[in-house]
């Protein structure tokens, strides 16, 4: 396919919106809350603009790039969006901007802030900046800056179980990212500093060894962050104790980076064919199968919602290394628009789940007995994106699965439709016997607890930003086939992938 | 191309001629202040006046005395003393404006700014000697120099440790003039203009022993362990002072001796025949490692942070002993990067004393909330010490575990990483102390330290930043630490 490279200053503003929002959070407070909400949403609506656009651009044949800062005598800070990045920069962006939406309403009553908003436009700015990364080096910049910086997110609350989550969170993701860096460290050496454009930079010549060395602490570096089975400890902890709309781009795209950077440097850093020489993949598709089954079954017995989604999260970004480590083109493309799907699926989720736990004081999935009367929009929500996430058509996840399910088939592995169904059969069993209780259960009622049976549905603020997801859910799957959508762009990344 | 400059020989100097002005100036607080700024300032201005030259290639010299054939005081400004003396004559002037609000109430500020002053002069004097003789003696004078610094507060507790500090330090001295007159009978000069000067055909005994005895030397100060012991003492002295000792002047110049040793007198050819730096790899990675651990569980401020001296001065080592462009490299940004960061740290833990007298980590709950400026500053440098990308620190690691894969000892690579872990270790909790934890109720209230202590800080902490994520600033070093390179490997 043709492309052509622009010189363009939008993926730098893409970044630098977000940015300047994070500078801009305290003395705008000084104003007046209101003022800095409506500009932290204004920059963060332009950003959303500019990745949305950039992706329309880039599902139309552009591709655009920028070189910002030279950070060392021959390596420069160098922004390139292409297909993969534009798709994946928009998802951060759109997602970001409905949960600050949903921020106001939800930490009204928080205390500090300052601190909250000034971290999470700074996240979302190194997130977009992991997105549109040009090359390794700036990768790792982005994705180390917010990785660690997320930290106050995470331990917002400061409850003594957040602050346990937040070290385990530190540690685990510190860990990671070392080997993310030997890693790259390692690839600069073999192969020099280099755009990742190609379908690989690495060349067998290098020696068996030490590709593999290169390709291990990759996928352990950033099965930390995909929370690849055994490395995912800080999952189950984190989204439970952070705030209810950090913990929908935790899981929705944060844990995504790490997905997204293993796609980036499998097709990118290593390419199909020196893959399939190295016959290694077929472990990566094992631990894969074997975490989407394993942490369905961990979720299936969690009490805690929050905890409960946060298993699910593992499971199913898992199913994008799965599409990814089967080297097929349609799993490809099922992997990449897995990204997406489920980052405004369970985006949908946990905001239900903050509503929930605003709204009705309720954290326990024992407790959501009759929630639907009381919440109807919430609770249609939730049961759509919980459709969603099990593979109903038409929703969106349904359309990931079912690439996935080609890929498989294209690929020779009918075996591992097994797993891609009984996850999705694991889907159901963990979330749709919430959404019988909160459709078919009488509410019991304490007397202790603020309990009632009247209405209690969310203000407009938190409502809006939940009907959007669940929108877009839909819409992502009745849409699919449409050009300009995620689809399309995942063919043109997969395109690149295998030429 | 080589100038004859005065300017080589008036960088040393001038700091001199300052010192005798403070000490004339009695107890004249305006006269001391503006001798102090305007001989930090001048000196900066003299140094970068050199900077676009150094740049271009060109190496000022200059020859002071010549006692004998070939023996005598010179100044020789290439391009691995450009870099060490505009680090320090930049942070000179920030120490000195940090001094100023830091010293304000404490006795004998004269002998105070005085010595400071001195020790600049001997700092620059060691970047610029052309000889050992003449680094030889800038390296010792700079050690007495110190001695009053280290025991400003005349406490029992600070005689002893001054007492430890001259005890570790001549002795080194005495070691480095005795390899230097080695050196001489050798080579039949002394000079550190050349990619080394030590022929094989001396023997690779002699050799081995001679560059024991160098290293060693220069080793005190650069905090090898086990010659480490006099470093965390000397915190007892007034925090400006810690700045100075183990940022800039003192460690920096034993850390800067070794390069010279390694590089200009026995140069990277003759070391890799006699393969001897190996062990010299293998011991700055223990002390790199071991530093660390030891750091984790100081609880004094000051102390954790002269743990981490002790780890991070070893990268300096570690990556001249690596004897491969990269890894060279990296030990010479190193200096600037460290010094930095080091400097930002310990500034931070003046501020705090001064304007809460406390001195150890677990005090410092909540301290993010009412310093908010100061600490952010030192979670910079945290994240720097870390090698957190776009922070200085992160350069460092980068070339350093490059340059470990460029001599195929890989293990320096995961040495790297397990520093990088460990710092993460005993810096972040303070920085979670600080912004995490609430402060005790009962407590007084406490502000931001004054400008004069806040400004030096936070400059600081920007300069952390700009040398972390750009190689393209006009005026920064790192184009100096490249000539360095390729000078020194002939390419």
């Not at chain 1, 000034?118 to 900046?129: H, I, K, P, R, V």
């Not at chain 1, 990204?339 to 369970?346: R, S």
């Not at chain 1, 498989?408 to 439709?417: A, I, K, S, V, W």
């Amino acid at each position: 396919m043709e492309t052509e490279v622009t010189r363009s200053f939008l993926p730098l503003a893409a970044f630098l919106l977000p940015l300047a929002g994070a500078v801009l959070t305290m003395p705008l407070r000084r104003i007046s809350a209101r003022v800095r909400d409506i500009t932290l949403l204004a920059l963060t609506a332009l950003a959303a603009s500019v990745a949305v656009w950039l992706a329309a651009r880039v599902a139309g044949g552009a591709v655009y790039e920028i070189y910002i800062l030279q950070l060392t005598p021959d390596i420069w800070m160098y922004l390139r969006v292409d297909a993969l990045g534009a798709l994946f920069g928009a998802t951060v962006a759109v997602l970001w901007m409905l949960a600050l939406v949903y921020s106001w309403g939800y930490m009204a009553e928080g205390h500090r802030l300052g601190r909250y908003y000034s971290f999470f436009m700074l996240s979302l700015a190194w997130t977009m900046g992991v997105a549109y990364s040009g090359n390794l080096l700036t990768f790792l910049i982005f994705y180390e800056l917010f990785s660690i910086l997320t930290y106050p997110l995470v331990v917002h609350e400061q409850t003594p179980e957040a602050m346990a989550a937040g070290t385990k969170y530190i540690i685990y993701i510190l860990v990671g990212g070392s080997l993310v860096l030997l890693a790259i460290v390692l690839t600069y050496f073999a192969a020099g500093d280099q755009t990742l454009t190609t379908g690989g930079i690495l060349s067998a010549e290098i020696g068996q060894q030490r590709l593999f060395a290169i390709f291990w602490c990759y996928i352990a570096g950033f099965g930390v962050k995909a929370a690849l089975v055994p490395l995912h400890g800080w999952v189950p902890d984190a989204h439970p104790a952070a705030p209810a709309p950090f913990s929908a781009v935790l899981s929705g795209v944060m844990v995504a980076a790490g997905s997204f950077g293993i796609m980036r440097v499998l097709f990118q850093v290593f390419g199909v064919e020196l893959l399939r020489e190295m016959g290694v993949m077929s472990m990566i598709t094992i631990l894969a199968g074997f975490t989407v089954l394993f942490a369905a079954v961990l979720a299936v017995n969690q009490d805690n919602l929050k905890r409960r989604l946060a298993y699910s999260t593992i499971s199913q970004m898992a199913y994008v290394v799965l599409g990814v480590s089967l080297l097929g083109f349609d799993s490809t493309i099922g992997a990449i628009i897995h990204v997406t799907n489920h980052a405004f699926m369970k985006g949908g989720l946990f905001l239900c789940a903050g509503l929930f736990i605003r709204r009705l004081g309720v954290h326990r999935v024992s407790q959501l007995d009759g929630a639907a009367k009381r919440m109807p929009i919430t609770a249609a929500g939730f049961a759509i994106a919980a459709l969603g996430m099990i593979g109903t058509p038409p929703l969106s996840g349904f359309v990931s699965k079912w690439y996935l399910g080609l890929g498989m088939l294209e690929t020779g592995n009918p075996l591992l439709l097994v797993v891609l169904l009984g996850g999705a059969l694991l889907a159901a069993v963990y979330l749709l016997p919430i959404v019988y209780r909160m459709y078919f259960r009488e509410p019991v009622l304490t007397a202790d607890d603020k309990i009632t049976a009247e209405g209690r549905e969310a203000p407009a603020s938190m409502l809006v930003p939940l009907v959007i997801v669940t929108l877009l859910t839909i819409a992502l799957g009745l849409s699919a086939s449409l050009p300009g959508m995620p689809v399309s762009l995942a063919r043109m990344a997969a395109e690149t992938f295998f030429h | 191309m080589e100038v004859v400059d005065a300017r080589a020989a008036l960088a040393p100097a001038i700091s001199l001629v300052c010192a005798a002005l403070v000490f004339a100036s009695a107890d004249n607080t305006f006269w001391r202040r503006f001798f102090s700024i305007a001989a930090a300032l001048a000196k900066l201005v003299i140094v970068m006046s050199m900077l676009p030259g150094s740049l271009r290639g060109v190496v000022y010299t200059f020859k002071l005395v010549e006692f004998t054939e070939g023996v005598g005081l010179a100044f020789r400004a290439d391009a691995l003393g450009m870099f060490f003396s505009v680090v320090s004559s930049t942070l000179w002037l920030i120490t000195t404006i940090y001094a100023i609000g830091y010293m304000e109430r404490e006795p004998n500020r004269r002998r105070f700014f005085g010595f400071f002053a001195l020790c600049v002069s001997t700092t620059v004097g060691v970047a610029f000697a052309e000889n050992l003789l003449t680094m030889f003696l800038f390296y010792e004078s700079l050690t007495i120099c110190t001695y009053p610094l280290v025991i400003h507060d005349e406490t029992p507790e600070a005689m002893k440790a001054g007492r430890k500090y001259l005890i570790y330090t001549l002795t080194g001295g005495a070691l480095v003039l005795l390899g230097s007159i080695v050196t001489y009978q050798l080579a039949g000069t002394m000079t550190l203009s050349q990619p080394g000067i030590l022929p094989l055909e001396a023997g690779r005994t002699t050799l081995t022993v001679l560059f024991v005895a160098l290293i060693a030397g220069f080793g005190v100060k650069a905090a090898i362990m086990p010659l480490h012991g006099w470093l965390p003492s000397a915190m007892v002295a007034p925090t400006p002072v810690s700045a100075l000792l183990h940022a800039v002047a003192v460690v920096k110049v034993g850390a800067f001796g070794i390069l010279r040793i390694i590089y200009n007198i026995f140069g990277v050819a003759l070391l890799r025949e006699l393969g001897i730096c190996t062990w010299l790899a293998g011991l700055a990675a223990f002390t790199i490692l071991a530093a660390s651990v030891v750091a984790i569980f100081q609880d004094n401020l000051k102390r954790r942070l002269a743990f981490s001296t002790i780890s991070q001065l070893s990268y300096i080592v570690l990556g001249a002993a690596l004897l491969t462009p990269l890894a060279a490299t990296a030990a010479i940004v190193h200096i600037a990067n460290q010094a930095f960061a080091k400097i930002t740290m310990f500034f931070v833990a003046g501020s705090i004393q001064r304007a809460t007298g406390k001195t150890t980590v677990h005090e410092l709950a909540g301290i993010g909330f009412r310093m908010p400026y100061t600490m952010a500053a030192f979670t910079i440098a945290a994240l720097s010490f870390i090698g957190v990308p776009l922070f200085a620190g992160f350069v460092t690691k980068w070339y350093l575990s490059l340059g470990a894969l460029e001599d195929g000892a890989w293990w320096y690579a995961l040495v790297m990483l397990a520093s990088a872990l460990l710092n993460a270790a005993y810096w972040l909790p303070v920085v979670y102390t600080a912004f995490f934890k609430t402060a005790p109720t009962a407590e007084v209230e406490v502000h931001e330290a004054h400008w004069t202590m806040l400004g030096p800080t936070l400059v600081c902490a920007v300069f952390v930043i700009i040398l972390g994520a750009t190689v393209s600033v006009p005026g920064m070093p790192f184009a100096l630490a490249s000539a360095a390179v390729k000078f020194v490997f002939g390419m």
